[in-house]
């Protein structure tokens, strides 16, 4: 494999794991966001899309971030009726995120998005490397 290509398929990869990042952390600080107004819904919690794509010059494919959707599980809900987002059966809905759950997808999308860094660093050690040879 050519070395430049490795380094685009992991630049691919930072981006990807980047936009996972971003989700996971913005689901984190949603976790506690009810509804602004009785019978509401709450935040939300989004999931990170992928798709594949040709890379540059169309021989491997690569993971692109291409969005997100909506996580369309029910809403959890508790009885306080003092809070302003109470329904008239004093049920407040909940948003749908697990912050255990995101904080461990957070911890798998640094994990991979540090692999991919990595690859890059060796890349450009082993174009260095050979440079240095080359000159000698």
């Known amino acids: 494999m050519d070395l430049l290509r490795s380094i685009a398929l992991a630049t691919a990869g930072l981006k990807a794991q980047a936009g996972r990042m971003r989700i996971a952390s ?20 989004k999931v990170p899309v992928f798709r594949v794509s040709n890379s540059m010059n169309g ?14 599980t029910t809403f959890p809900t508790r009885i ?9 059966s004093g049920s407040v ?27 890059i660093s060796v890349t450009r050690r082993i174009m260095s490397r050979t440079i240095d040879i080359l000159r000698g």
């Open 80 to 88: 306080d009726p003092g809070h302003p987002a109470a329904d008239l």
């Open 59 to 72: 021989t491997e494919n690569v993971v692109m971030f291409a969005g997100t959707r909506l996580d369309k």
């Open 93 to 119: 809905k909940l948003p749908n995120v697990d912050p255990v759950i995101e904080q461990a997808d957070l911890r798998d999308a640094q994990r991979s998005y540090e692999a991919n860094l990595n690859v």
């Open 26 to 45: 913005e689901n984190i600080a949603n976790s506690d966001s009810t509804a602004t107004k009785p019978g509401g819904d709450p935040y939300r919690r």
